[in-house]
């Protein structure tokens, strides 16, 4: 009798907490149209970036408001691994990711997860970007003796092609004082093409 007593009481006990729950549940404000995609302000770290790494860290200028920056890294220890990913305005996922890690094929592939390389190749704002097609992200690539930019993402070849464009890269640790241009290139202009 006594153990029915028991069950009893924890059951009504149970009960009880679960209309308090119910309660505060009810009396919290809930906003059912809110963004549940959390931005981030990236520029400290972006200055952290320029000052610590070896080549031009690159961030974008002038996108339109639609763009949203959802996250940041700078890994000095890890081949100053430099990643900025973006929702574009279909909400699609476009990243920057810059680092001096070789070869550069093997990095290309981690950051895009198993694109491969393409004989095409996308001209943004006078320059020649390799064009990589991949199962999950495609990418631009851009590789010089110093680091390997890559755009990639979910998002189609012309608003990775836009993010391309509009990077602008500052000083890297050790040169020219922060009155030089910080143009990693003429201007935000987009002219895709085909390549051989």
Do not use: C
């Not at 809110?34 to 320029?50: H, M």
């Not at 890994?75 to 810059?98: I, N």
């Not at 290139?185 to 002219?191: E, F």
């Amino acid at each position: 009798m006594r153990g029915k007593q028991t069950i009893r009481g924890m059951f009504q006990s149970m009960a009880v907490i679960g209309v308090v729950v119910a309660g505060i549940y009810m009396l919290v404000p809930h906003d059912e149209n809110a963004d549940p995609i959390r931005t981030v302000d990236y520029r400290v770290e972006l200055v952290t970036a320029q000052r610590a790494a070896p080549y031009p860290v690159v961030a974008p200028d002038g996108l339109d408001k639609g763009w949203r920056a959802t996250s940041v890294t700078f890994e000095r220890t890890k081949a100053h691994a430099w990643h900025l990913g973006f929702l574009d305005p279909q909400d699609q996922y476009v990243a920057v990711e810059q680092s001096t890690a070789r070869p550069a094929d093997k990095y290309v592939r981690e950051v895009t997860h198993d694109a491969v390389r393409t004989d095409r190749t996308e001209q943004v704002a006078g320059r020649a970007w390799q064009f990589w097609d991949g199962p999950k992200y495609d990418a631009l690539v851009l590789t010089d003796d110093r680091a390997t930019t890559v755009v990639t993402g979910t998002a189609g070849p012309e608003r990775l092609a836009e993010m391309a464009a509009a990077l602008k890269a500052g000083e890297p640790a050790g040169t020219a004082s922060p009155s030089a241009s910080p143009s990693a290139s003429p201007g935000p202009s987009v002219k895709p093409s085909a390549g051989s």
